[in-house]
C-alpha cells in the first residue's frame, strides 16, 4: 500500500514540523520545572507564560484566564464540575445541556445527576442545531450553568452560541462551551460569543496530544479544582505543568490563527469539492449535518443500503483513513449517539462515514478517494 491519506481529522491530527521544532527542545536540554527558582525553572516559567499569551491570543481572551489541562475531557470536566460544585445551590442545581454533546459532557453531567443536580438534555433538529428558544424556555429558577458544544465533532454544525448566551447573560447564568473541534477551523472570539467558560485541545490543530486549556472568564471566582495540590496555574490546576506541550499547544494555534481565513477556504473548497463528486457519482446518499453552517473541514455522508464500516475498512485498505458513525462497545456496534438525536433512521447511520480534511489535504487526495470510493460502495452494496 504505497497511499496514504488521512482524512479523519476531527479525531486527531499529525503534528505540524513547526509545532515538534518548537517543542523539541523543552523535551531535552531545557527541562526545567517551571515551579522552580533557578535558571533552569525561571526559563521554563518565561516560556509556558509566553505561549499562554499564544494560546489565549487565539480566542481573543486575556492570558490570566486561561488554565492549562491534559485535554478537552479534562477542560470538558473542570468547567461543569468546577462551576457547578462551586455554584450549587442548596443540595445541587440545574444544568441545561443538548443531546449531542461530546462523551465528555454527556458523562459529567450525568455524574453531577447522580450527585444532587438536575440535569435537562435539549433535543435538536435534523441538522443538529439546538434552537435558542428551547434553552429560554428550559430555564428555571435555580439554572446555574448551560454547557453546549460551539460545534459538533461528528457532523460540524455550528451551534448559536451567540444568541444563547445572549439568553443566559440577562438570567446571570455561566455559560460553557467545548470548542475543541472549532479552534483553528474557524475564528473564535469569547468575547463576540459571550461565553464565560470554554474547552481548548491542542491535537485537533496540529498540536501534541496530552494538552488543552480551560478559558474562565475573568470575574468567575469560584471554581471547585479538579486536582489538588501546590499553586500551579494560579492555583486552580495542581501538578507540574506540561512545558513541551503547551509550547507545542500555543505554537500550533499561533500557527492556525495566522492563515485561518486562508486555510479554511481551501478546506471548504475541498470538501465541497468531495461533496460534489459523491453526489454524482454514487446514487442514493444523504448529507448529514447543516449544509451550510458548519466547520469547513467536516462532511459526513450516509450510503444507503451499505455499511459504513466496511466501506471504512476498505477505503484503510487503500490508503484512505475515514471514521464511521458507529462504534464498536463491548462486543456490539452502536449507533452514533448524535445522528440518532438528529433523527436519522438506524440503518442509515450504520451507513454513515465521516470524512473530516486537515491542512495537509490536497486536490490530489480527494481525485484518488474519488476514483476508489464508487466502486467500494457499490461491491459493499452487492454484499
Not at 488554565?67 to 462551586?86: M, P
Not at 506540561?242 to 485561518?260: H, L, P, T, Y
Amino acid at each position: 500500500m504505497s497511499r496514504r491519506i488521512y482524512l479523519d481529522n476531527n479525531a486527531t491530527t499529525p503534528i505540524h514540523p513547526e509545532v515538534l521544532e518548537a517543542m523539541m527542545p523543552y523535551l531535552k536540554d531545557d527541562f526545567g520545572n517551571p515551579s522552580s527558582i533557578h535558571q533552569f525553572g525561571r526559563k521554563a516559567k518565561v516560556k509556558v507564560d509566553e505561549y499562554r499569551e499564544k494560546v489565549a491570543a487565539a480566542i481573543c481572551a486575556d492570558p490570566s484566564e486561561i488554565i492549562f489541562t491534559s485535554g478537552g475531557s479534562e477542560s470538558d470536566n473542570f468547567a461543569i464540575k468546577g462551576y457547578s460544585w462551586a455554584n450549587r445551590k442548596n443540595s445541587g442545581g440545574h444544568i441545561i445541556t443538548s443531546s449531542i454533546e461530546h462523551p465528555a459532557i454527556l458523562e459529567t453531567c450525568r455524574y453531577l445527576e447522580k450527585n444532587g443536580f438536575r440535569v435537562t438534555y435539549l433535543p435538536v433538529d435534523e441538522y443538529g442545531i439546538i434552537n435558542p428558544s428551547d434553552v429560554e424556555k428550559t430555564i428555571e429558577k435555580d439554572t446555574i450553568l448551560i454547557s453546549l458544544h460551539h460545534s459538533n465533532n461528528e457532523v460540524g454544525t455550528i451551534e448559536p452560541v451567540v444568541e444563547i448566551s445572549s439568553i443566559a447573560k440577562s438570567r446571570g447564568i455561566a455559560v460553557h462551551t467545548d470548542a475543541v473541534q472549532s479552534l483553528g477551523k474557524v475564528t473564535l472570539d469569547v468575547n463576540k460569543l459571550g461565553v464565560d467558560l470554554m474547552s481548548l485541545s491542542a491535537h485537533k490543530l496540529n498540536g501534541p496530544k496530552g494538552v488543552g486549556a480551560a478559558y474562565i472568564r475573568r470575574g468567575i471566582k469560584n471554581m471547585y479544582p479538579l486536582i489538588s495540590g501546590g499553586s500551579q496555574e494560579m492555583k486552580r490546576r495542581a501538578g507540574t505543568e506540561n512545558v513541551a506541550g503547551i509550547i507545542g499547544f500555543g505554537k500550533a494555534c499561533e500557527i492556525a490563527v495566522s492563515d485561518i481565513e486562508k486555510e479554511s477556504v481551501r478546506i471548504a473548497g475541498l470538501r465541497d469539492k468531495l461533496q460534489s463528486l459523491i453526489i454524482e457519482k454514487i446514487p442514493d446518499i444523504k448529507l448529514n449535518g447543516h449544509p451550510v453552517k458548519r466547520l469547513p473541514n467536516t462532511l459526513n455522508i450516509s450510503f444507503e443500503s451499505a455499511e459504513g464500516e466496511t466501506i471504512a475498512i476498505n477505503l484503510d485498505l487503500s490508503g484512505v483513513a475515514v471514521s464511521t458513525g458507529s462504534a464498536c462497545s463491548s462486543g456490539a456496534v452502536e449507533p452514533s449517539h448524535v445522528l440518532l438525536a438528529m433523527g436519522i433512521p438506524l440503518e442509515t447511520i450504520y451507513g454513515s462515514i465521516r470524512f473530516s480534511l486537515g491542512r495537509g489535504n490536497t486536490l490530489e487526495d480527494i481525485n484518488y478517494v474519488m476514483d476508489i470510493l464508487p466502486s467500494i460502495v457499490s461491491r459493499v452494496r452487492e454484499i
